[in-house]
């Protein structure tokens, strides 16, 4: 799937894609809001949820290194490939 395809679709099926298709990285808050990143194929989608209402509020897909930022100071890729490994 690329980012465009991906953009083309409703909300409901972005999710489904979410869910069916993607790979968990890393989750981040910011205010109220639990952010969680995922990657599909060549570009990452952010999922934003409000745990008090126990709600998605929206998404975004994105390819730009600069969107990612925000998430690098809770990400390693040391613990990430540690987290593969345990799992196996």
């Given at each position: 799937?690329?980012?465009?395809?991906?953009n083309r679709?409703?909300?409901?099926?972005?999710l489904s894609a979410v869910w069916e298709?993607?790979?968990f990285v890393v989750s981040r808050r910011e205010?109220?809001?639990?952010?969680?990143?995922?990657?599909?194929d060549a570009f990452w989608v952010e999922v934003r949820y409000h745990p008090r209402l126990n709600q998605i509020t929206g998404c975004?897909?994105?390819?730009?290194?600069?969107?990612?930022?925000p998430y690098l100071a809770g990400f390693s890729?040391?613990?990430?490939?540690?987290?593969?490994?345990?799992?196996?």
């Open positions: 799937m690329t980012l465009y395809e991906f679709l409703s909300e409901t099926a972005q298709r993607s790979n205010g109220p809001y639990l952010l969680n990143l995922y990657a599909i975004r897909a994105f390819r730009s290194t600069v969107a990612l930022t890729l040391v613990d990430r490939l540690n987290m593969d490994t345990d799992s196996e």
